[in-house]
Nanobody, 122 residues
Framework: QVQLVESGGGLVQAGGSLRLSCSASERTFSFYRVGWFRQAPGKEREFVAGIVWSGHSTYYADSVKGRFTISRDNTKNTVYLQMNSLKAEDTAVYYC???????????????WGQGTQVTVSS
């Protein structure tokens, strides 16, 4: 059982930056693909960014492409989400998820974190 813990959320002004971290309890985490998702109040959860186990391939939702960067350090069992040029519409609870390789970045994750709140003031 892999436990995931997100951190790094907070309140930031529009145009600012935050870096989220997703730390795992087990080294097997390094063999999983990882995705970041977010859920705003009254909206469905949506995929934000994903990274394969090696870190050599990444994928982004169109809404964050060019502003967010996902990366990982498998020696630290941690995946990061660097968020720049933040907008009010980025306000949401952000979750990380881990799982085996799959055909879709949006589904098929085995483990989920509890989430971290990101609030962007305009």
């Amino acid at each position: 059982q892999v436990q995931l813990v997100e951190s790094g959320g907070g309140l930031v002004q529009a145009g600012g930056s935050l870096r989220l971290s997703c730390s795992a309890s087990e080294r097997t985490f390094s063999f999983y693909r990882v995705g970041w998702f977010r859920q705003a109040p009254g909206k469905e959860r949506e995929f934000v960014a994903g990274i394969v186990w090696s870190g050599h391939s990444t994928y982004y939702a169109d809404s964050v492409k060019g502003r967010f960067t996902i990366s990982r350090d498998n020696t630290k069992n941690t995946v990061y989400l660097q968020m720049n040029s933040l907008k009010a519409e980025d306000t949401a609870v952000y979750y990380c998820a881990a799982g085996p390789p799959g055909s879709s970045w949006e589904i098929g994750y085995r483990y989920w974190g509890q989430g971290t709140q990101v609030t962007v003031s305009s």
